[in-house]
């Protein structure tokens, strides 16, 4: 779709694989953070969102990792399906401010 | 519930005219925000709203954009006088909370100015 194109990271697995999304935040004082996924033609979806105090969290079939040292959020999506296929955005905040989108890394599904 | 709804989805229209964007929150959600989607810039915030009043509007790109909630089950996005760089995908969301939560985004509207 349009709003995604030519400049995004990118990740092509095969259908089953496990796919890692990473996200790199500037942020130290950052204390909630959102996995979003696009599809083309589409509005950004809420998938999971992860709180400061926790460095990890799971959901149906993604987990997500926090690792505050380093300043670093990655999605885990098991047994990826062609459904999967989007541009997945992170998302940060930091309390008093409206949440901060980073650019977004697309994944392709190969059948 | 419906979600955040946003019309028109398509918009083509001449530089030089002036172009309406509309969006339906969800009930209950006390904010509303105004984002623009393009390759280069990614997602951009243009402004938003807490209980129908404009809190930041820092991202409104200049004086041909307005935006107004004058209730809290509607508001408009206005350009006036449009031209071709102002072409990108325009996303309304909603929510209950400024930033604690995440945010509800509607399918947007695909603004091309020709």
């Known amino acids: 779709g349009e709003s995604v194109g030519l400049h995004l990271p990118t990740l092509s697995v095969q259908e089953g694989d496990n796919s890692i999304i990473n996200c790199a935040y500037s942020?130290?004082?950052?204390?909630?953070f959102i996995w979003y996924k696009q599809e083309s033609g589409k509005g950004p979806q809420f998938i999971i969102d992860?709180?400061?105090?926790?460095d990890k969290r799971q959901g149906q079939r993604v987990t997500v990792l926090l690792n505050k040292t380093v300043k670093h959020l990655s999605l885990q999506i098991a047994a990826t399906q062609p459904g999967d296929s989007a541009v997945y955005f992170c998302?940060?905040?930091?309390?008093?401010?409206?949440?901060?989108f980073g650019k977004g890394t697309m994944l392709l599904v190969s059948p | 519930d419906a979600g955040v709804i946003q019309s028109p989805r398509h918009e083509v229209t001449e530089m030089g005219q002036e172009v309406t964007l509309r969006c339906k929150p969800i009930?209950?959600?006390?904010?509303l925000f105004w984002y623009r989607q393009t390759m280069m810039r990614g997602l951009e915030l243009l402004i938003y709203?807490?209980?129908?009043?404009?809190?930041?509007d820092s991202g409104m790109p200049e004086d041909r954009f307005s935006a107004k909630m004058p209730n809290a089950s509607f508001s408009t996005l206005k350009i006036q006088p449009s031209e071709p760089r102002d072409s990108a995908v325009y996303f309304c969301?909603?929510?209950?909370?400024?930033?604690?939560?995440?945010?509800?985004f509607g399918s947007g509207t695909r603004l091309t100015v020709v």
């Open positions: 942020n130290s004082a950052s204390d909630y």
């Open positions: 992860i709180r400061s105090n926790m």
């Open positions: 969301a909603s929510s209950s909370t400024r930033g604690t939560y995440g945010y509800t």
């Open positions: 009930s209950g959600h006390d904010y």
């Open positions: 998302a940060e905040n930091t309390g008093y401010s409206t949440l901060t």
């Open positions: 709203f807490n209980n129908n009043v404009p809190i930041d």
